[in-house]
């Protein structure tokens, strides 16, 4: 006897897969088999289990045989997929599509119907739209102001520190974070039919990190001041420092924040033997400092499809990740947290207006 579940869950998938598939020879034969499997004496609802299909499909083939004969049973009509758009018409589309960003099939279908007298389905247009090359996206951010010729020359200023860094120098990026005590979904596979849900949180607290990366050996020096301010940049240099006692100069480089700037730091670095030396990120250039990378690993590890009952058990999960996940699995972060920069430039963008 051949017990059941024997494939796997992806092989059965894929075995439902290719017993629906629409095809105008393997749909003939499936009406055929029906058809034979009743003479045999089978149900309808017997017929509709082996077959994969709903009875009432079955008893339909079967009326229709007897009232119209098997010719109108095995006349399928579907037409394969084939665009009833011409190429000049679907050229028409693409050109109009390509001039404006359409949220959804409603006007896309308007569109065809006035300009074309052809009327589309949601489904149908869709698969229109794909064979088109066109497929359903949300918009990036672009930065605001981004320099392309800045971009560049930090990128270039960077390269060039690297290669000439000596051992008694170090190069950390920093920047704060601000975790907002809610919910936060994020996309996951889930059993098709299934409802996944997140309670929610009833606070809209934030816990404030002020926090560093050295990419090189992964430290990561911060703080958890109430506020994010020029108090808590003083606090986190000196943390530096004092984590690096053999480095004669440490690089921090920072985005342009005004707490950076303020007299706090200024007063810090005008000590006599100050060890720090500032490096300014260019202006609306987030993606030229890996700790931004490093604070969407956090969330991945921390807030995303996870409801903390309290704020406490929220702070303490947060300070759990920087205390303790990423001194001991910094080395599974590594390829996400890099520097690996890249020029943003509208050149090879579409921006909306």
Not at 156 to 173: G, I, K, Q, R, T
Not at 257 to 276: E, T
Request: some cysteine; proline content about 4%.
């Amino acid at each position: 006897m051949i017990r059941s579940n024997f494939p796997s869950r992806e092989d059965r998938c894929e075995l439902l897969s290719c017993v629906k598939r629409q095809r105008e020879d393997h749909g003939v034969a499936r009406r055929a088999n029906a058809l034979l499997l009743l003479d045999d004496g089978k149900s309808c609802v017997e017929i509709a289990q082996v077959l994969y299909l709903d009875d009432d499909t079955v008893r339909g083939w079967h009326k229709q045989y007897l009232s119209e004969g098997w010719d109108a049973v095995a006349y399928d009509g579907w037409k394969g997929g084939q665009s009833r758009l011409s190429v000049a018409q679907k050229a028409a589309l693409c050109a109009w599509l390509e001039e404006r960003f359409c949220r959804s099939t409603v006007e896309i279908r308007s569109y065809i119907t006035a300009q074309f007298d052809l009327r589309y389905s949601h489904s149908g247009c869709v698969k229109l739209l794909a064979r088109q090359g066109f497929e359903y996206r949300k918009p990036k951010a672009l930065p605001r102001v981004a320099d392309v010729a800045k971009q560049a020359e930090f990128i270039a200023m960077y390269e060039n520190m690297l290669n000439s860094l000596a051992d008694d120098e170090a190069v950390y990026f920093a920047d704060a974070v601000h975790p907002e005590y809610q919910s936060k979904p994020a996309f996951g596979w889930v059993k098709k039919g299934t409802n996944p849900t997140l309670k929610t949180t009833s606070g809209r607290a934030r816990v404030n990190i002020h926090g560093a990366l050295n990419l090189e050996t992964f430290d990561t020096p911060f703080v958890a001041p109430i506020t994010v301010d020029g108090v808590s940049a003083v606090q986190l240099l000196a943390k530096i420092e004092a984590r690096n006692h053999d480095k004669r100069i440490i690089h921090v480089v920072w985005d342009n924040a005004a707490y950076h700037k303020g007299p706090d730091v200024r007063a810090f670095l005008s000590r006599k033997n100050c060890r720090i030396h500032l490096i300014q990120l260019p202006p609306y250039c987030p993606h030229l400092n890996p700790i931004e990378r490093l604070w969407a690993v956090m969330h991945q590890h921390v807030t995303h499809n996870r409801a903390y009952p309290t704020q406490k058990l929220f702070t303490e999960a947060i300070l759990k990740f920087f205390r303790k996940i990423i001194p001991e699995q910094w080395h599974n972060f590594r390829n996400q947290v890099t520097d690996n920069f890249r020029i943003i430039s509208e050149q090879n963008l579409r921006v909306l207006e």
